[in-house]
T-cell receptor
């Protein structure tokens, strides 16, 4: 079965550069979540989208932005990268929100960003 | 291979009764274990975590979990369910690996609370 696809799996950037991570949700899933997990840290929720609109916002820095496109894939853009941005970035998707409590959230394997 | 298994995809309890959400893990390393809760349209919220200290871990909202190495389990419990506990719960394992560290999420357990 198709899963959540993230690309690239590994990315190395220099400080002050820009990085873009992509997330392809499971087909027919309309909700995408982004999480950041630093080394030895808990995963931190960044932002989520439902039907191409931002639905919730967590601890996402102002240097980061994200959007969900018409085909429901999402991109996380990170500018002016700092060493502390080095982390594993998870994307997750689900089939809906709100009253549809039966929807399970599926996670991708993550994208490793290393800032040097 | 490392893995996390949440033994129930759905759990239904009545308000005021105990909650038990089961999680088993497989890890060759000394893992950190977490429970997260996710309400609809919200990000993951950390309930509690185990990082090789006390085996009985207390978290927020009255939840607690016990790390049992012999059983490779980390079940989540709460003495008395509240309607606001209805959500999806994720058991998560994190461990150091040669390439850095890895995090594995369980498939989730949907908790329903009946009035």
């Amino acid at each position: 079965a198709a899963g959540v696809i993230q690309s690239p799996r590994h990315l190395i950037k220099e400080k002050r550069e820009t990085a873009t991570l992509k997330c392809y949700p499971i087909p027919r899933h309309d909700t995408v979540y982004w999480y950041q997990q630093g080394p030895g840290q808990d995963p931190q929720f960044l932002i989520s989208f439902y039907e191409k609109m931002q639905s919730d916002k967590g601890s996402i820095p102002d240097r980061f932005s994200a959007q969900q496109f018409s085909d429901y894939h999402s991109e996380l853009n990170m500018s002016s990268l700092e060493l502390g941005d080095s982390a594993l970035y998870f994307c997750a998707s689900s089939g809906g929100t709100g009253a549809r409590l039966g929807n399970t959230i599926y996670f991708g394997e993550g994208s490793w960003l290393t800032v040097v | 291979a490392q893995s996390v298994t949440q033994l129930d995809s759905h759990v239904s309890v009545s308000e005021g009764t105990p909650v038990l959400l089961r999680c088993n893990y497989s890890s060759s390393y000394s893992p950190s274990l977490f429970w997260y809760v996710q309400h609809p349209n919200k990000g993951l919220q950390l309930l509690l975590k185990y990082t090789s200290a006390a085996t009985l871990v207390k978290g927020i909202n009255g939840f607690e979990a016990e790390f049992k190495k012999s059983e490779t389990s980390f079940h989540l419990t709460k003495p008395s369910a509240h309607m606001s506990d209805a959500a999806e719960y994720f058991c998560v394992v994190s461990y150091a690996d040669t390439g850095g560290f890895k995090t594995i999420f369980g498939a989730g357990t949907r908790l329903f609370v009946k009035a």
